[in-house]
């Protein structure tokens, strides 16, 4: 699959982005799709995910009650809905899908693949 993320830009400290990834498959399944984050000087961590058409959501705790992750997994796009911006969420923030497919012995494999990143940048 191949993403490709927009949204990101330059607000204050209170303001809300929305950003929105669309996933152009192949062949596979996309099992699950989301957003992770990565600041300056430290490690990629998770923002937030939707599986199972959506049944299945997960928000890092910086997340809870700021960001909103939704989507159309007919359409492959997942957006997210940042309110609330702090300083401490200027990162790149990275789209990301889960392929699922079978191997030759039939068992469920996963992929994941990476969109390009976008950057959100906090001023306070």
């Known amino acids: 699959v191949q993403l490709q993320a927009s949204g990101g830009g330059s607000v204050q400290a209170g303001g809300s982005l929305r950003l929105s990834c669309v996933g152009i498959?192949?062949?596979?399944?996309?099992?699950?799709m989301g957003w992770h984050r990565q600041a300056p000087g430290k490690e990629r961590e998770l923002v937030a995910s939707?599986?199972?058409?959506?049944?299945?959501?997960n928000y890092a705790d910086f997340a809870k009650g700021r960001f909103t992750i939704s989507g159309d997994s007919a359409k492959n796009t997942v957006y997210l809905q940042m309110n609330d911006l702090k300083p401490e969420d200027t990162a790149i923030y990275y789209c990301?899908?889960?392929?699922?497919?079978?191997?030759?012995?039939?068992?469920?494999?996963?992929?994941?693949?990476w969109g390009q990143g976008t950057l959100v940048t906090v001023s306070s």
């Open positions: 990301n899908a889960e392929e699922k497919y079978l191997d030759y012995e039939g068992d469920w494999e996963f992929e994941d693949y």
């Open positions: 498959r192949g062949t596979r399944v996309i099992n699950g």
């Open positions: 939707r599986f199972n058409g959506g049944h299945s959501i």
